[in-house]
């Protein structure tokens, strides 16, 4: 499958951003309001007597959204217009509340690499993150590496190991790259370190050349 107009290390230069990262539109402000809130949420005081006046704010403002929105087979063609990077994301999407988001920079050897702090939003086991909430960063740096090396496929297995409990709180450093290529199989590693080098989570993953069409 083709990568369309997406850079590859072969024909950008080194450090190209492959994502799209926040950049200061409305929509990305209020997105980062919403994580702020999510984040929050969580800290704030069990206590804290303006809840209930938080709860009504925040459905009023959802209720506003909502008005405001088209019909969801409208809004799916919209989202997926152009061959440009994708805006709405789990990971990456500066769009999706639910995105850190992670921000992903190619490198001359074919690898790909961002760094992240992930807060309470993510956590698992007590101060760390959670192995789904891993696995899922590592399953799209993987295909984020997959591009840049100029390949795409669907991801068939994504065989995780975790090493040591990855924390929260602390910049963590997602790589990926692409190994090989066998027909229409791609095989692709990559892993979660923290600052001082140490791997927490390490995976390989099995991607078939294949796409879903997009939307039109
Ligand atoms: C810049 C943009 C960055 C975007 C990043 C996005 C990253 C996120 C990636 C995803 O989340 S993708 C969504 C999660 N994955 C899926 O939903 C995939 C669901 N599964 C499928 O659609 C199909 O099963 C699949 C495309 C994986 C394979 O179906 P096919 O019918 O196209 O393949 P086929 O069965 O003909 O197998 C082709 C080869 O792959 C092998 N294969 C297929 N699935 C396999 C599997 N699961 N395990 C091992 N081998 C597998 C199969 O044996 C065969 O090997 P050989 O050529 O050697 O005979």
């Known amino acids: ?39 929050a949420l969580l800290r704030t005081d069990r206590g804290n007597a303006n809840l209930a006046r938080v709860a009504e704010e925040l459905n009023s403002i959802a209720e506003h959204l909502e008005e405001h929105a088209p019909a969801v087979a409208e809004r799916l063609i919209d989202m997926w217009n152009g061959e440009g990077v994708t805006r709405h994301d789990p990971v990456t999407g500066p769009e999706n509340a639910l995105a850190p988001p992670l921000v992903l920079e190619g ?44 390949k795409a496929g669907m991801t068939a297995q994504l065989s995780t190991r975790y090493h040591r409990p990855t924390p929260l709180f602390e910049p963590l450093t997602l790589t990926g790259k692409l190994i090989s290529v066998d027909g229409r199989k791609i095989t692709t590693a990559g892993d979660i370190r923290t600052a001082d080098g140490q791997v927490c989570v390490s995976v390989e993953g099995l991607f078939v050349d294949k796409s879903v069409p997009r939307p039109r």
């Open 107 to 150: 490198l001359p050897d074919g690898s790909v690499r961002g760094t992240v702090t992930l807060t309470i939003p993510y956590q698992g086991p007590p101060g760390h993150v959670h192995g789904g909430v891993s696995a899922l960063l590592l399953d799209h740096v993987l295909g984020v590496a997959n591009a840049w090396g100029g």
């Open 1 to 39: 499958m083709s990568v369309g107009t997406h850079p590859t290390f072969e024909n950008s230069p080194p450090g190209t951003v492959l994502t799209s990262p926040p950049d200061g539109s409305a929509v990305d402000r209020a997105t980062g309001a919403a994580r702020r809130v999510v984040d």
